[in-house]
């Protein structure tokens, strides 16, 4: 986190000279801008007491403070209990919602309506209230469904696993158009359904032992996204995921890490590039980041948990990291126990991004189909509190991308939204640590374009600032060129000078996938 500078942007040394004055309030509020707060994307810093702390990241779907951060522009829908009522998601959106407890309360229907050639990806995240215990099985079952009630594709399921400890988990739907598909390849209406799974009515026994109310009978917050991809302008590549790849782990990441604090949600993951990162993690905390991997490269990362200063005994599973990509489908996790001593999780090598990988049926290499940001989530459980205290524990992320950037595939149109599968320009590899990374070249988007996104607002922050002084010091010496040409040339007709006003600014584990994928 940057220092606070309200006293410097306050004001500077006085000018004597009237365009000296001009000048030195450009450069004061350019300071000022590129010096202060990115926004939610940098993460506060955390207290002891994590579990506390997060009560204030966000407001859940009915007011209540929660402990994952909303994207700011979720739209607040409420699930319909049956298909005739169920409100329209657009691609593009995010929504808030929230899901009753596990059993008939605990399915809702969303509508939406599709074309016949795009592919469509529906995700939800579920954030249990603070104060609700989880079990082995309660989870999070997502469907997409046509008017006949099949499925269009696989249902995506994510469990809470062994850790038993509460904290935010996503899952994912999909209707596709390519492939060997049957079900839903018209154009026409179509259902999500997004349901709670695990017991319906019975308090769990970490719920009765501990006194606290269980996460079966309670309320969980939802916040809903939906991605449109476009078809292929000529199907003519392989139709089948590879069957060969690198599957060999890289070198282990040496060196002195850099700080980077993590974000409280999707919308505000943090940008990793390729090197070595720490953080702090609390118990009960989830910390989330994004990687940019672009086409035919490979993804590793490794996560390592400090050695704690007092405490004994040891927690079964207290450190989960979970891979999910662009569209929020979960593509691998790991896990580790602790015992205060130093552990390490690292995802098993995953394949290089490429289109063909959705016709494979594992979800490791499935998963893999799309170029940009994918997110790493890290989870220390609550439990770990109880034996070696409330932390901060020191988190290691050593992260690394292989493979030269590839062309993507030859789109038809636009993905919705149209930065789904950016990457930028150069990666992330410039960030400094401590906040989002300064400055930024652009994205690459799918099919090979380049252009300017919304995956670099958060990068481009820094840029912000130098854009504001060059506009405001044309501005000025454009007033300063037309006094000078009324004072000595009055008679004659005024230059025509430049407009300045259309400067442009720079542009801003595997135990939690539930079931086994089936129809």
């Known amino acids: 986190m940057g220092r606070r500078t309200k006293g410097r942007c306050a004001g500077g040394r006085r000018s004597r000279s009237w365009h000296g004055r001009i000048l030195g309030a450009a450069a004061a509020a350019a300071l000022c801008v590129s010096l202060a707060p990115a926004g939610r994307a940098a993460a ?18 009915d007011g209540t403070s929660g402990p994952y951060a909303f994207a700011e522009d979720a739209i607040a829908v409420k699930g319909a209990t049956g298909t005739t009522d169920s409100v329209l998601l657009r691609a593009g959106r995010t929504y808030k919602s929230s899901v009753g407890r596990a ?17 469509a990806y529906v995700s939800a995240t579920a954030v249990p209230r603070p104060g609700a215990t989880v079990s082995y099985s309660d989870g999070l079952k997502v469907s997409l469904q046509d008017a006949n009630g099949r499925n269009c594709s696989f249902t995506g399921t994510v469990h809470f696993g062994a850790t038993q400890s509460p904290h935010p988990i996503a899952a994912m739907a999909s209707r596709e158009t390519s492939g060997e598909q049957y079900a839903c390849q018209t154009a026409g209406t179509y259902y999500v359904v997004v349901e709670r799974t695990g017991a319906a009515d019975a308090t769990s026994d970490a719920g009765a032992s501990s006194g606290t109310e269980s996460s079966a009978s309670r309320p969980w917050d939802l916040e809903l996204g939906y991605v449109s991809e476009p078809a292929l302008k000529k199907v003519s590549g392989p139709t089948s995921a ?11 990441l040496v060196g002195d890490a850099k700080h980077r604090g993590g974000g409280a949600g999707f919308s505000g993951a943090v940008p990793l590039g ?27 990362a490794t996560a390592d948990l400090g050695s704690a200063s007092r405490g004994q005994g040891s927690v079964g599973t207290a450190l989960v990291m979970s891979l999910y990509n662009p569209v929020r489908g979960l593509v691998d996790g790991v896990g580790s ?14 394949p290089p991004v490429a289109y063909e990988n959705r016709y494979a049926l594992n979800d490791r290499v499935s998963g893999m189909r799309f170029a940009g940001s994918y997110y790493l989530v890290v989870h220390l459980a609550a ?3 109880d034996r070696f205290g409330e932390g901060p524990f020191g988190l290691t992320l050593r992260v690394r991308v292989t ?16 930065d789904a599968f950016a990457v930028p320009v150069g990666g992330f590899g410039d960030v400094a640590g401590d906040g989002p990374a300064d400055g930024a070249a652009g994205t690459r988007q799918s099919g090979g374009d380049t252009g300017r996104s919304g995956v670099m607002k958060l990068v481009a922050a820094g840029g912000i600032g130098t854009g504001t002084l060059l506009t405001l010091t044309l501005g000025m010496w454009t007033v300063i060129a037309r006094r000078r040409a009324v004072r000595t040339v009055r008679s004659a007709p005024a230059p025509e000078d430049a407009d300045t006003a259309s400067a442009s600014l720079p542009a801003p584990a595997p135990w939690e996938h539930g079931a086994a994928r089936g129809r």
């Not at 506060?44 to 779907?61: H, L, Y």
């Not at 590879?242 to 282990?252: D, G, I, Y």
């Not at 126990?337 to 995953?350: H, I, K, N, T």
Request: without cysteine; neutral net charge; proline residues 8%.
């Open 44 to 61: 506060a810093p955390w207290t002891a007491d994590a579990r506390t702390t997060a009560k204030s990241v966000s407001t859940a779907a």
């Open 103 to 119: 059993g008939r309360d605990g399915r809702l229907y969303y509508r939406l309506e599709l074309g016949a050639d795009s592919d």
């Open 242 to 252: 590879p069957k060969a790849w690198n599957s060999a782990s890289p070198e282990a």
């Open 274 to 300: 390729q090197g070595a990162w720490k953080d702090g993690v609390s118990p009960g905390q989830t910390l989330f980041y994004k990687v940019p991997v672009d086409w035919g490269q490979q993804v590793y």
């Open 337 to 350: 126990g602790y015992d205060g001593s130093q552990r390490s999780a690292d995802l098993d090598p995953l």
């Open 383 to 385: 439990q770990v509190a």
């Open 403 to 418: 493979g030269a950037a590839g062309k993507g595939p030859a789109y038809a149109g636009k993905p919705v939204p149209r």
